[in-house]
């Protein structure tokens, strides 16, 4: 299960000239605990004394402070070295950095009309305030001659990657253009987020377009009560009372396509739901798309790069296209098998039931759904009672005590990001400090949807020699409690609990120098999902989930079908995830410009790779929005780092869940130096070796 990972928006904010609107000044300085020291127990930020109002003077003071930081590097007459340049922009910006953090804390999960409208007003202030650093030429002139003289300075490996890094993004923001390509630059990248908008609004007002109404009871045959029930209120909503409604939304859809015995509604509500921003009306995406491709293609030439892939790889671990090809490939193969067989054996069960028909894709949820129930059946309300919130917690901490030796201490009296949250007090092994962690985690109407992790302050050494602990923060929309029950939550939960305390001992762990790390999306989720693999480990199991009434440990039975769950419809997920992948690449490896025909590249681009004709890609061109806004040549990343954390589980069942060498070495060189080193290396140095794909192919049931 793939989750999302939401890094609170602490953007890199290393900026210079000042702006107008720093001329506004705070009338209240002074009395505002964003500004001021923090004096509250271990320093968090007094959250219960900040209040609205008290946001936008910060961020205007903050940012006026982290300019005229800038200018001091800049108006220097020392002549440029790592230290005066480098280290003093890294270390710039810590009030910014800290006003951001509160506010993306409190915008994400306790926000309210006025944190939106600050939001709103703010966001634009921030990106001109980060523009404004990376299109300043006297400043890139120091860090470019701090680089070229990289040779001659002794850098430590920490100094060399934070020097590469910031060099590169200069580089790739155009600072080395001339100002006639530095417009064109500027003129593409308006472009394209205008089109990203238009095309993302397309998609919205697509899936808000198609609505498939029933008025014959017979057309619901198959669907459960709760289904009938929520299309019932959809068309109550819409104003259609005594009828059905279904929409293209996947809560809406998925149902209807697992149990819908009505065939031809299936494939009529399916097509719908593929031919989104393919209807050559106003929402048509093709041409769109095509010019997004082509203004990628321009960009890339511009700044030197054979195409875009090639530009957005550079940064990542998988470094180039020919590395994520030959990944997404390798799974290909073993997939195709798996997923044949699974086509196979739903044919069998149409045949079986005297049908005379070809599977096709709207068919494929309804006898997946069959199959589940055949070979799969795994009963949500028949695990819950074992998975209480606090023992599932407790056993996450239990799991992260026995590899580390570190330890979660309850914290009261401390300032809390909200009252439902809890604060715990981390120690290491020898009882030194490593930071605060809170978690929070029951949904309202203040927070948003989902799990993720974020940080309210980042680990870092101050010139002094002071080290600075982290602050950070895990968000979940759990089951609430209620007066008879405690919070039972899913096996899905379950994993969500441990995947977002990974990316917290990331945190937690870290030994960077300086506040700012570069870590690649496609390696940000090996902390995070390796963590999960503890959850679902017999042994493991045992320990922490007790039935929450009798105390009695989850019997074996239900084990073996947690276990055997993961293998259910793997050849179906695996393919239409790997078809999009790979139609991510087909066009960010493109080299020339021209208009694409979408509908024929795709026909062509499919037919050639051998998809089967009964499976749909995840995504199809014309709504592939990740590709559009901000995830291009980038969804392969959630394989990537799916490699990383088998391979790497690998080594604890080679020597064992809790071996303590193993374990160590992982947080030596994974946890402590994410962020600042080249993490392919740093992979390495845990593994003795490159990641395998074996193990991620055998987990998921490919081999
Ligand atoms: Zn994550």
């Known amino acids: 299960m793939l989750k999302f990972y939401y890094l609170l928006t602490i953007t890199m904010m290393m900026t210079l000239s000042s702006c107008d609107q720093n001329k506004k000044k705070d009338q209240s300085s002074g009395e505002n605990p964003l500004l001021e020291k923090f004096t509250t127990t271990y320093q968090v930020p007094p959250f219960e004394s900040i209040t609205t109002e008290n946001y936008m003077p910060a961020f205007i003071d903050a940012m006026a402070l982290h300019n005229a930081e800038i200018e001091a590097i800049i108006n220097q007459t020392e002549p440029p070295t790592f230290e005066n340049t480098l280290a003093d922009m890294a270390y710039s910006g810590e009030l910014l950095r800290s006003v951001s953090s509160v506010f993306s804390g409190q915008m994400s999960a306790n926000t309210n009309v006025e944190i939106q409208k600050i939001a709103e007003e703010i966001s634009p202030l921030l990106s001109e305030h980060a523009d404004n650093i990376s299109l300043n030429p006297k400043l890139f002139a120091r860090v470019k001659a701090v680089y070229e003289n990289r040779e001659h300075d002794s850098l430590s490996g920490e100094q060399a990657y934070l020097l590469e890094n910031v060099y590169r993004d200069f580089v790739r923001s155009g600072a080395n253009l001339d100002s006639e390509q530095q417009q064109k630059l500027i003129e593409i990248n308006k472009k394209l987020s205008m089109m990203a908008l238009k095309f993302e609004q397309h998609v919205l007002d697509e899936n808000n377009a198609f609505q498939l109404v029933i008025d014959n009871k017979d057309d619901l045959a198959g669907l459960p009560e709760s289904v009938i029930g929520m299309a019932a209120q959809t068309a109550d909503e819409a104003g259609m009372t005594g009828k059905w409604m279904f929409t293209v939304h996947k809560p809406s859809m ?262 700012v790390t570069f870590i690649p999306t496609d390696f940000v989720e090996l902390p995070s999902q390796i963590l999960e693999h503890w959850a679902t480990e017999r042994e493991v199991l045992k320990m922490y989930a007790v039935h929450y009434e009798t105390g009695a440990p989850i019997p074996d039975e239900l084990i073996d079908k947690i276990n055997n769950s993961r293998y259910f419809n793997t050849g179906f997920n695996n393919m239409e995830f790997l078809a999009a992948s790979l139609l991510d690449m087909s066009y960010h490896v493109l080299s020339d410009t021209g208009a694409i025909d979408i509908n024929q590249f795709e026909l062509n681009y499919f037919s050639q790779l051998g998809l089967l ?91």
């Open 254 to 515: 998925v149902p209807f396509l697992q149990y819908a015995q009505n065939r031809d509604l299936r494939e009529k509500l399916y097509k719908a739901y593929l031919n989104r921003g393919n209807n050559n009306d106003k929402l048509d995406n093709k041409k769109l798309f095509s010019d997004i491709i082509n203004l990628r293609i321009q960009k890339a030439h511009l700044l030197g790069y054979p195409n875009y892939a090639a530009y957005v790889l550079e940064e990542r671990m998988a470094k180039n296209p020919e590395n994520v090809l030959n990944l997404l490939n390798q799974v290909w193969d073993s997939t195709l098998v798996v997923a044949r067989r699974e086509a196979t054996q739903m044919q069998q069960i149409i045949d079986d039931e005297g049908d005379d028909f070809k599977l096709q894709s709207w068919d494929w949820w309804y006898y997946a759904e069959k199959l589940r129930k055949q070979n799969y059946n795994l009963d949500d309300s028949e695990l819950r009672p074992y998975f209480k919130l606090e023992n599932v917690r407790d056993g996450a901490f239990m799991v992260i005590n026995k590899l580390y030796g570190i330890t979660f201490k309850p914290i009261s009296n401390i300032p809390l990001p909200h009252p439902d949250a809890q604060a715990y007090e981390v120690n290491d092994q020898d009882g030194s400090a490593l930071g605060v962690m809170y978690m929070d985690f029951f949904p309202r109407e203040s927070k948003q949807g989902g799990a993720w992790q974020g940080e309210y302050r980042v680990h870092q050494v101050l010139p002094d020699g002071e080290e600075i602990h982290p602050v950070v923060t895990v968000v979940y929309n759990f089951t609430r409690p209620s007066a008879s029950m405690p919070s039972l939550i899913n096996f899905d939960e379950v994993e969500t609990l441990f995947h977002e305390l990974g990316h917290a001992l990331d945190g937690l762990f870290a030994k960077n120098t300086y506040p």
């Open 613 to 703: 004709e009964q499976i749909e890609p995840r995504y199809h061109s014309t709504y592939f929005t990740h590709i559009v806004g901000g995830y291009e040549a980038g969804y392969y990343s959630y394989l990537w780092s799916a490699v990383l954390d088998h391979d790497a589980y690998e080594a604890f069942r080679e020597n064992g869940l809790f071996d303590k060498t193993t374990a160590t070495s992982f947080r030596k060189n994974i946890l402590e130096k994410s962020g600042t080193s080249d993490h392919e290396q740093l992979y390495r140095d845990f593994r003795g070796k490159n990641p395998s794909v074996e193990p991620l192919l055998k987990n998921r049931g490919l081999k």
